[in-house]
């Protein structure tokens, strides 16, 4: 058995272009799927957020037309609404990542509004990656990369090969033109060699102890590779 730590936005907005609002939050799916694949494996799951706030599911993430029908939404809330650690988050600045076999970032737009600025998120990547401890980061989690820094100042995960949500997705969901920046783009930008697949099929990178995903669909599949790391 083994203790991982699961990564959460902490906000329930986004703040678009015109200045208007966006309702958001977690994808529900990218932490009901790893979850579910960490417990059934045997290990304890923390959860941490900036603040230490109580996570809020982008209620998007939870419609029948998101999860495959009605049973599957009603699957996903049943995981949501039994999983105590949802209530009782750490904040990320008490985080100690030396405790933890494995880290995993779920994503949400909510990403992009505070982990992809966060310094205790930074500083809580740069120990899980200087002691090479398994990383998995999934869709728009991906954005709390950014802000990770090395002791020179250089981005932590230059040249790194990774994927994340990609632009022709964020232009399917139709919100793209409506972000104040996207993040296939903000990577490419910041160095690292990005790659995806076909939109809103699977798709799962390693490189080192990076493990990434592209989309909610690579949620699981990210999981069952990160849980070869430990065991």
Known sequence: MADILMVLTGTDRLTTTDGTVHPTGYWAEEFTAPYRAFADAGHRVTVATPGGV?????????????NGGAEGAAAVKGVLDAAPELRRPLALADVDPSRYAAVFYAGGHGPMQDLAQDADSARLLRGV????????????????????????GGWLFTG?????????EEKQTGLADRLPWLLQERLEEAGADYSAAEPWTPHVVVDRNLYTGQNPASSAPLAEALLKTIG
Do not use: K
């Not at 200087?130 to 090395?150: F, M």
């Not at 790194?160 to 022709?168: I, W």
């Open 54 to 66: 109580v996570p809020t599911p982008d209620q998007a993430s939870l419609r029948p037309d998101m």
């Open 129 to 152: 990656m200087d002691a090479g401890t398994p990383l998995g980061v999934v869709c728009h989690g991906v954005a709390a990369l950014l802000p990770a820094r090395t002791q020179d």
């Open 160 to 168: 790194y090969r990774l994927t994340a949500f990609s632009t022709v």
